[in-house]
């Protein structure tokens, strides 16, 4: 093989080469991994979780209102002019009663409510909506993490891959430059061919530079995302998997955390009109109190112990409208939460319709991009030996080569683009849950 004719062989066994590659095995599960390591290191996910508790606490503590209360109290007193009764009584004489200066005692009361008016009802269904909301909150945060991890993963993903179309193309180009150096010792071309090689060469070179730079700053903000530190070299896939067919047609969840958070959001305010109207009806409790007092029962004057068996009414009767104001304006709330629900279950289905759509034409970008750029490979190829035959011009292959390189690109940003949008579809359908 002569040195002529080296280059030429190099370029062609490198044209060859470039094909739209498969998808590494082991992508799926760095993602995967990627979604622990972010649900893990989440400050977000951490406060939600000690919310729930909180709320669960909340909820125990409302569930305890129907316990009997148990008080426990005692008092001292000094009275400088305490009670004093003389009478002349007949047949007896004269009847003196005096107090004593010091009042002291110690008691304790047992209370049970019987009847609240709904108080106690009311404040258990709100712990329990808030309780049931934070879990929801929790489960939106879930996905966003997740829905940003794909994000971002992916478009690094696509970054190494432009990346690697960047160092396909500057050494076609480096090879082409090759044959044209050899084709202008041997005076088969002008000089002027070699000038434009190496300008494009230059160029070749400065676009993988930016490209470089580009996937070291996406692997940072992935970094940032997982926990790990900014100038780790995390892995991640040498090229972007396309979206299996059929992808379009994940189902949604039955029940969407954003769905049942506006569901929540209903109940804790019919709790919240519940336990508001409770103040205007009538409450009824029993109660006991025992303890020791001096001076005690029958004038003695030491401490001597005695107890109170009671039950306590109490019944609004006027409050000037206040009741009929407040419960129309808990009305009204609950309408807006209602309407919220709307709101948002619109909201879902329009999201995930645009992600359906937007991921049906990505994939058809896909194939339309992997189509040209088998045609762009072997344009390219025709248009190399047609030059070395002397056939055709060396702007007509660096044409050749720059619609190759476009195909490539093209590919890229369509099966990211398709990648970006199937996360779409797994946020709007709650399919990380699943996941």
């Known amino acids: 093989m002569t040195m002529k004719t080296f280059p030429l062989v190099a370029l062609l066994c490198l044209l060859a080469a470039v094909r739209p590659a498969a998808a590494r095995p082991?992508?799926?599960?760095?993602?995967?991994?990627?979604?622990?390591?972010?649900?893990?290191?989440?400050?977000?996910?951490?406060?939600?979780?000690?919310?729930i508790e909180a709320?669960?606490?909340?909820?125990?503590a409302a569930r305890a209102e129907r316990i009997p209360t148990l008080s426990a109290g005692g008092d001292f007193r000094y009275?400088?002019?305490?009670?004093?009764y003389a009478a002349e009584l007949p047949g007896v004489g004269p009847l003196t009663l005096e107090g004593q200066n010091w009042k002291y005692g110690a008691s304790a009361t047992l209370v049970q409510p019987l009847y609240t008016g709904g108080r106690i009802t009311g404040a258990i269904r709100m712990a329990e909506s808030e309780?049931?909301?934070?879990?929801?909150?929790?489960?939106?945060?879930?996905?966003?993490?997740?829905?940003?991890v794909d994000l971002q993963y992916w478009t690094t993903v696509a970054r190494r891959e432009r990346m690697s179309v960047a160092e396909d193309y500057l050494r076609a180009v480096a090879d082409l430059e090759r044959v044209v150096r050899e084709r202008v010792e041997a005076g088969l071309c002008d000089r002027q061919e070699l000038?434009?090689?190496?300008?494009?060469?230059?160029?070749?070179?400065?676009?993988?530079?930016?490209?470089?730079?580009?996937?070291e700053t996406g692997r940072m903000a992935l970094n940032a995302l997982i926990g790990s530190p900014l100038d780790a070299e995390t892995p991640v896939g040498a090229t972007?998997?396309?979206?299996?067919?059929?992808?379009?047609?994940?189902?949604?969840?039955?029940?969407?955390p954003e769905v049942r958070l506006a569901q929540e959001r209903i109940v804790w305010e019919r709790g919240n009109l519940q336990y508001g109207d409770a103040r205007y009806k009538p409450q009824l409790g029993l109660g006991a109190n025992a303890g020791y007092y001096a001076p005690g029962y029958d004038f003695r004057p030491d401490l001597s112990p005695n107890w109170t068996l009671y039950a306590q009414l109490s019944v609004p009767i006027f409050q000037g409208g206040k009741r009929?104001?407040?419960?129309?304006?808990?009305?009204?709330?609950?309408?807006?939460?209602?309407?919220?629900?709307?709101?948002?279950?619109?909201?879902?289905?329009?999201?995930?319709?645009t992600a359906r759509t937007a991921l049906d034409e990505a994939q058809e970008r896909v194939a339309l991009a992997a189509s040209s750029l088998e045609k762009a490979v072997e344009n390219e190829r025709r248009a190399t030996e047609k030059y070395v035959e002397g056939a055709i011009s060396i702007s007509e292959v660096i044409d050749a080569q720059l619609y190759r390189q476009t195909a490539q690109e093209n590919l890229v940003s369509a099966k990211e683009a398709a990648r970006l949008h199937f996360a779409g579809l797994l946020k709007a359908t709650d399919g990380y849950r699943f996941r």
């Open 26 to 51: 082991g992508e799926d599960s760095l993602l995967v991994r990627y979604r622990r390591m972010a649900l893990d290191c989440d400050d977000d996910l951490r406060a939600a979780a000690k919310r």
């Open 55 to 60: 709320s669960a606490e909340l909820e125990r």
């Open 79 to 84: 009275t400088g002019n305490p009670l004093k």
């Open 131 to 148: 309780t049931r909301m934070s879990e929801a909150r929790r489960e939106l945060l879930r996905t966003e993490v997740c829905y940003r």
């Open 195 to 215: 000038l434009t090689v190496e300008v494009k060469l230059n160029e070749a070179r400065y676009r993988l530079l930016q490209v470089r730079s580009d996937f």
């Open 240 to 256: 972007l998997p396309e979206v299996g067919p059929g992808a379009s047609g994940l189902s949604a969840a039955a029940l969407h």
């Open 324 to 353: 009929r104001r407040e419960r129309s304006a808990a009305e009204y709330r609950i309408g807006m939460a209602a309407d919220a629900l709307h709101r948002v279950e619109t909201d879902l289905d329009l999201e995930t319709r």
